[in-house]
């Protein structure tokens, strides 16, 4: 079965997100664009949002959020119950997320990182495993409280 990866930028990150969905269009994965394509002004609260809400009903799908410094939103994608969305700009940060916070959802910056490097941070993203163990119960702590 196909993973099916959820995507969505702001105004600032159509380039970044093209260059994405392309990329994993070409490795097979399902690719739901919810984001904008033209570059008008847009929000990324209610774009965060949306991916939030798409990851959230399902199960086993991941997310990629985009927008200037990816910190919007990501806690707008954070809001959404059921989703860890994590903000990363490092290839250590984007397994961390992953094997320590079992993130579902990758959050960056398109002013802040090259595409290219976009592009490495999604795949070790997608490439890395929860780790399990002690971690899962952290997990649980906030999945209870949220």
């Given at each position: 079965?196909?993973?099916k990866i ?8 159509v380039?970044m ?20 394509n033209?570059?008008?002004?847009c ?9 939030g ?9 991941k ?37 320590h916070n079992d ?8 002013r ?9 941070l ?11 163990g ?6 649980g ?6």
């Open positions: 079965m196909t993973q959820y995507i969505t930028n702001d105004h600032t990150a380039e997100k093209q260059a994405i969905v392309k990329h994993l269009q070409s490795l097979n994965y399902e690719v739901i664009d919810l984001g904008n033209d570059g008008t002004s929000s990324y609260a209610n774009n965060g949002i949306e991916l809400e798409a990851v959230a009903k399902n199960q086993g799908s997310g990629i959020a985009l927008c200037g410094t990816g910190v919007g939103i990501s806690i707008a994608a954070n809001k959404v119950s059921g989703i860890r969305a994590g903000l990363v700009y490092e290839t250590q940060t984007a397994e961390l997320i992953r094997q993130c579902n959802v990758l959050a960056t910056g398109a802040l990182i090259a595409v290219d490097k976009a592009i490495k999604v795949d070790v993203f997608l490439n890395t495993e929860f780790e399990g002690r971690h899962a119960e952290r997990i702590t906030i999945d209870e409280y949220c």
